[in-house]
């Protein structure tokens, strides 16, 4: 597995790095960053638009991600890029909710090793809360990381599945915005995010992820 702690960039490097783990998934290779973003960025999914989905796509630096999902307000995060060969992971292409499964599992596990408190909302009473907007944290669906206490989503993610291999593209606010989401993306959930270190996340992440899918 290749693990690389990518540093800061903008929204045009994070995104064509990431196409590039996904890019090695296909030809076999199993690999992760982890990494930050210089001043806030918001990535819409593939399917979205900046005319539909900002409310001024002039007053924000913005980039269509690979994955799809909604929009996402970038710069008090940390953000993963995990890519895996399906046949690694013991997944199809027609296998969505295993694949991701399998890689959100690794990540759940490395933030409560960083004591914050998440749990998939399947089956908790946080599950379909909130209201479907061009806002990723607007809306908590069963798949998504959310606060087992408080119900905020700690986690958005998004995937991309080709015929060989998923991509997963996770966002992690660790502080509050840098600006106002409400001014940024359409409809968008209130500002609110759990505070917590990231400085050992890095590490618990990749622990994580050789313990529960390569085993190396």
Request: with cysteine.
């Amino acid at each position: 597995m290749k693990f690389v702690v990518d540093g800061t960039h903008d929204g045009v490097v994070n995104m064509a790095r990431d196409v590039e783990l996904r890019d090695q998934a296909d030809q076999g290779e199993f690999g992760c960053r982890v990494y930050f973003w210089s001043g806030p960025w918001v990535t819409l999914g593939r399917f979205q638009s900046a005319p539909k989905d900002l409310i001024d796509p002039t007053a924000i630096e913005w980039i269509v991600r690979p994955t799809g999902g909604k929009a996402v307000l970038h710069g008090h995060d940390v953000t993963v890029g995990l890519a895996a060969p399906l046949a690694q992971i013991g997944c199809s292409s027609r296998e969505l909710k295993r694949a991701y499964r399998a890689l959100i599992l690794p990540l759940v596990s490395a933030l409560r090793e960083c004591a914050v408190p998440c749990v998939l909302a399947e089956g908790t009473i946080h599950e379909s809360k909130g209201i479907r907007t061009s806002d990723c944290f607007a809306f908590n669906s069963a798949n998504d990381v959310v606060d087992e206490i408080t119900g905020i989503k700690v986690c958005g993610c998004a995937l991309q599945l080709t015929e060989t291999s998923v991509l997963l593209q996770a966002s992690i606010p660790y502080t509050q915005p840098l600006v106002d989401p409400s001014s940024v993306i359409r409809e968008a959930a209130p500002g609110q995010s759990a505070e917590w270190d990231p400085q050992g996340f890095p590490e618990k992440l990749e622990l994580a992820l050789r313990y529960n899918l390569v085993h190396v």
